[in-house]
């Protein structure tokens, strides 16, 4: 039995549905942030989209954040949303993770 992608019954490609999670999580940026450099890079989508997104795979990405960090990579403390239901910041040590 083959496993169902969580990308499926989403309008946007898996690529940039990553970046734009990875960049909410990884990075102290806000919504309409990662929003306005999406846009700056030709991709409109909404902070709303970007919400629900990150609603939606935010706890998908994060065990790959964290499952990097134990393999050994160091690196200085940055915050990485952990909760997706809270803006809370988690401490997090990983700074080179690249999912897209």
Not at 3 to 16: D, H, N, V, Y
Not at 59 to 76: H, K, T
Request: aromatic letters at 8%; charged letters at 25%; a positive charge.
């Amino acid at each position: 039995m083959t496993k169902r992608s969580p990308f499926k019954c989403f309008k946007g490609s898996p690529e940039i549905i990553r970046l734009a999670v990875m960049l909410y999580i990884r990075f102290p940026l806000s919504l309409r942030n990662v929003e306005d450099l999406l846009h700056e890079r030709g991709i409109e989508i909404s902070h709303e989209t970007v919400r629900s997104w990150w609603q939606r795979f935010g706890p998908l990405i994060v065990p790959l954040l964290r499952a990097r960090r134990i393999e050994g990579e160091q690196s200085s403390n940055r915050p990485v949303r952990s909760d997706p239901s809270s803006n809370r910041c988690a401490w997090d040590s990983n700074s080179s993770i690249s999912l897209c």
